[in-house]
């Protein structure tokens, strides 16, 4: 007997027909790219593609001010952010992490990260139960990477992490920076085995000129393509731009 699978669109246009019909309901999913490669337009069209359809969206910055994400995403498209903001249907939020003034050590540490991943847990939590989010968004998951220096502390409160996502029963993207020269897929090269999905983007050359572009890494569930796939931002959102069979 097959599992049906339930799928939500991802808000991309042209990539759910590449992936079954979009990310399946309930999972937890990782788009992974160096910076400006198109991350948070990805995010954000995630996010508005479920509020057209009513369903209730939550958009969390760990990294910039609530006002700060609005005014990136109103620069990049035509959406009326506003009036979803006012219905309910999107919500901002900024969860910056206060980081110790001193230097911590030894059993310091673990009981910093305790606390600092206990706070973030309890709040994302305490978000999607008020506003009953069904789609949430976490922009971006690198500086907890980088805030968790020790490897085994990392591990286990990213692995909890996405098991509270889980939990909570929303569909999540969480966003991650590649560094330059390196060859992971995030920070921490561990975030991308434990989510759902993986899709990278990047900069490639095609056509004599350097095109951003779309790759599936891994998606459980799913029959997906492998193809690279050129995208453009448009004002109406992401766009695949299908190449042309000689």
Request: aromatic share 8%; hydrophobic share 40%.
């Amino acid at each position: 007997m097959v599992l049906k699978v339930e799928r939500i669109s991802t808000g991309v246009l042209g990539l759910d027909d590449k992936i079954q019909g979009g990310f399946y309901k309930g999972s937890v999913n990782f788009i992974t790219g160096r910076t400006g490669t198109g991350k948070t337009a990805f995010a954000s069209s995630f996010i508005v593609a479920g509020a057209v359809k009513g369903e209730r969206g939550l958009y969390i910055t760990t990294e910039e001010r609530e006002k700060d994400i609005k005014d990136d995403i109103k620069s990049m498209f035509d959406w009326d952010i506003d009036a979803l903001e006012k219905r309910n249907l999107v919500t901002f939020i900024s969860m910056r992490p206060q980081l110790p003034m001193k230097t911590v050590t030894g059993e310091q540490v673990a009981k910093v990260v305790k606390l600092y991943m206990y706070d973030l847990v309890s709040k994302v939590e305490e978000a999607v139960k008020k506003y009953k989010a069904q789609r949430v968004v976490v922009d971006s998951i690198s500086l907890v990477e980088v805030f968790i220096k020790d490897d085994y502390l990392r591990k286990i409160a990213l692995m909890q992490f996405v098991d509270r996502l889980k939990d909570l029963e929303v569909t999540a993207l969480l966003t991650g920076t590649i560094q330059e020269g390196v060859e992971a897929l995030s920070s921490s090269g561990l975030i991308e085995f434990i989510t759902d999905s993986v899709i990278k983007l990047d900069f490639v050359p095609i056509a004599e000129e350097f095109k951003r572009t779309l790759t599936i890494r891994k998606m459980r569930r799913t029959d997906h393509s492998v193809m690279i796939h050129p995208f453009e931002i448009t004002n109406r959102g992401i766009k695949i731009i299908e190449l042309k069979e000689d």
